[in-house]
């Protein structure tokens, strides 16, 4: 965990120091839905819970309408009593379509925090697609889902797979 941290946080610095002038940070947060769903054979299940993400983004502009917006996000949802803890690391390629309106898709690497989450790989990638709208320079609302591409489950048997999807809504705000 400490290595793929280190290397995200290696990756922003590069990218700030190559687009300075034109990059710009803040804070997001919103409603965060975990859904995780097992196939094997002709059986499929899943199950989803709700809750919270807040964290922080930066956005660097690599052309007039396209900007690359490195985020990390901690998220928790609860269900039945019980809560799971993940980091959520986004980074979303946003075309703007037009004035404030942009689309979004990108990588989505996510992190279980919880211990006793045994039998899972804890670490996933997603590949995640949305839309956002900037209200002003500062604030602006986004919408995204990430479909799980990786197997959750350590040592899966053949035919058998677990992926977590996630839903995102919330606001940001730019510095």
């Given at each position: 965990?400490?290595?793929?941290?280190?290397?995200?946080?290696?990756?922003?610095?590069?990218?700030?120091?190559?687009?300075?002038?034109?990059?710009?940070?803040?804070?997001?947060?919103?409603?965060?839905?975990?859904?995780?769903?097992?196939?094997?054979?002709?059986?499929?299940?899943?199950?989803?819970?709700?809750?919270?993400?807040?964290?922080?983004?930066?956005?660097?502009?690599?052309?007039?309408?396209?900007?690359?917006?490195?985020?990390?996000?901690?998220?928790?949802?609860?269900?039945?009593?019980?809560?799971?803890?993940?980091?959520?690391?986004?980074?979303?390629?946003?075309?703007?379509?037009?004035?404030?309106?942009?689309?979004?898709?990108?990588?989505?690497?996510?992190?279980?925090?919880?211990?006793?989450?045994?039998?899972?790989?804890?670490?996933?990638?997603?590949?995640?697609?949305?839309?956002?709208?900037?209200?002003?320079?500062?604030?602006?609302?986004a919408s995204r889902y990430s479909i799980g591409l990786s197997n959750r489950i350590e040592d899966a048997p053949s035919g058998i797979s677990s992926k977590f999807n996630t839903f995102q809504i919330g606001l940001g705000y730019r510095?």
């Open positions: 965990m400490k290595k793929v941290l280190f290397s995200i946080g290696l990756a922003l610095l590069a990218f700030s120091n190559v687009n300075a002038q034109e990059a710009s940070f803040g804070v997001t947060a919103g409603f965060h839905d975990f859904k995780i769903s097992v196939s094997g054979g002709d059986l499929t299940a899943s199950d989803n819970a709700s809750g919270f993400y807040a964290g922080f983004f930066a956005e660097f502009n690599v052309a007039e309408k396209f900007n690359i917006q490195p985020e990390i996000h901690y998220a928790s949802v609860f269900k039945d009593g019980e809560t799971t803890n993940e980091i959520v690391i986004p980074v979303m390629a946003k075309y703007y379509i037009s004035d404030g309106f942009n689309v979004q898709a990108g990588p989505q690497f996510d992190y279980v925090l919880d211990g006793d989450a045994e039998g899972i790989n804890k670490l996933g990638l997603g590949l995640g697609l949305g839309v956002g709208y900037d209200f002003t320079d500062k604030i602006f609302a510095f």
